[in-house]
T-cell receptor, first 110, second 113 residues
Framework: GIQVEQSPPDLILQEGANSTLRCNFS?????LQWFHQNPWGQLINLFY???GTKQNGRLSATTVATERYSLLYISSSQTTDSGVYFC????????????FGKGTTLSVSS | EAQVTQNPRYLITVTGKKLTVTCSQN?????MSWYRQDPGLGLRQIYY???????DKGDVPEGYKVSRKEKRNFPLILESPSPNQTSLYFC????????????FGPGTRLTVT
């Protein structure tokens, strides 16, 4: 089945810095989502982005489906951005699960 | 507000005592599924449902049951919970199977002693 790899596994930033998180996937996908898991364990939908580019405030994402990767950009990071960021991909088969990467743990200090 | 709700959010129980975690969505979604999240293992799918009365096993179905009698509800049943089912559980839904955004509930943190 599809495999999803995220990098880096850990990221430590000072408030105000920018960062790029990467997600590689091993097969063609019809679903690619980015999530932020907050300290209370909730999974917050950031982007649904099987292809193309989207922006939402300080966050943006780009997926290049033909090259099988997606990038999440965080600009002017804030302490509230801390947490784990997951990429999840769904393959082109009915009923298949979203396959999650292991996540990138982001720590932003003031 | 469009959402997926789960109850309870937190539960501590004992081995063997049957329990049900409820999941409900108000978006008229056809597809619903359950995941569990464990340290070092990530999120894995337990069961999914493509529509009412249509359910199927995911990657880790052992020890769980589900039912889909109504479109909006997809309860997860642990008939005889064991400590290895201690986990963080998420319900998710999407409009249909395939390439649609999945929406996740807030999670249920279950501890089985």
């Amino acid at each position: 089945g599809i495999q999803v790899e995220q990098s880096p596994p850990d990221l430590i930033l000072q408030e105000g810095a920018n960062s790029t998180l990467r997600c590689n996937f091993s097969d063609s996908v019809n679903n690619l989502q980015w999530f932020h898991q907050n300290p209370w364990g909730q999974l917050i939908n950031l982007f649904y982005i099987p292809s193309g580019t989207k922006q939402n405030g300080r966050l943006s994402a780009t997926t290049v489906a033909t090259e099988r990767y997606s990038l999440l950009y965080i600009s002017s990071s804030q302490t509230t951005d801390s947490g784990v960021y997951f990429c999840a991909a769904g393959a082109n088969q009915a009923g298949t699960a979203l396959i999650f990467g292991k996540g990138t743990t982001l720590s932003v200090s003031s | 507000e469009a959402q997926v709700t789960q109850n309870p959010r937190y539960l501590i129980t004992v081995t063997g005592k049957k329990l049900t975690v409820t999941c409900s969505q108000n978006m008229n979604h056809e597809y619903m599924s359950w995941y569990r999240q464990d340290p070092g293992l990530g999120l894995r799918q337990i069961y999914y449902s493509m529509n009412v009365e249509v359910t199927d096993k995911g990657d880790v179905p052992e020890g769980y049951k589900v039912s889909r009698k109504e479109k909006r509800n997809f309860p997860l049943i642990l008939e005889s919970p064991s400590p290895n089912q201690t986990s963080l559980y998420f319900c998710a839904s999407s409009l249909s199977v395939g390439g649609y955004e999945q929406y996740f509930g807030p999670g249920t943190r279950l501890t089985v002693t």
